[in-house]
């Protein structure tokens, strides 16, 4: 099992770029996917980004498509989420999560349990 922390949040007006990182903790975190989920103030938790635990595939939201990059850095434990564009409907609290094996497609369509403490993105208008 890994821990995992993410950072990199902050306030940016519409049209900035932010880039989010979740480090993780432990000695496998290559065999895990990670992906990237959000929840804006009264809505439900959404999913955002996924790459597979090789980086061989990505998957994301249609609403970011074109906007926002996942990657890893498996020699460092860490997952990335490269922001750009960014509109006001992206604010949220950004969670970062792993799932050993999976597929990052997988990811998009798993629920999870166990969440950190996520990482607030503000885009101002």
């Known amino acids: 099992q890994v821990r995992l922390v993410e950072s990199g949040g902050g306030l940016v007006q519409a049209g900035g770029s932010l880039r989010l990182s979740c480090a993780a903790s432990?000695?496998?975190?290559?065999?895990?996917?990670m992906g990237w989920f959000r929840q804006a103030p009264g809505k439900e938790r959404e999913f955002v980004a996924a790459i597979s635990w090789s980086g061989a595939s990505t998957d994301y939201v249609d609403s970011v498509k074109g906007r926002f990059t996942i990657s890893r850095d498996n020699a460092n434990n860490t997952v990335y989420l490269q922001m750009n564009s960014l509109k006001p409907e992206d604010t949220a609290v950004y969670y970062c999560n792993a799932d050993r094996w999976a597929t990052a497609q997988a990811m998009a369509l798993r629920n999870y349990v166990n969440w950190g403490q996520g990482t607030q993105v503000t885009v101002s208008s």
């Open positions: 432990g000695r496998t975190f290559s065999t895990y996917a």
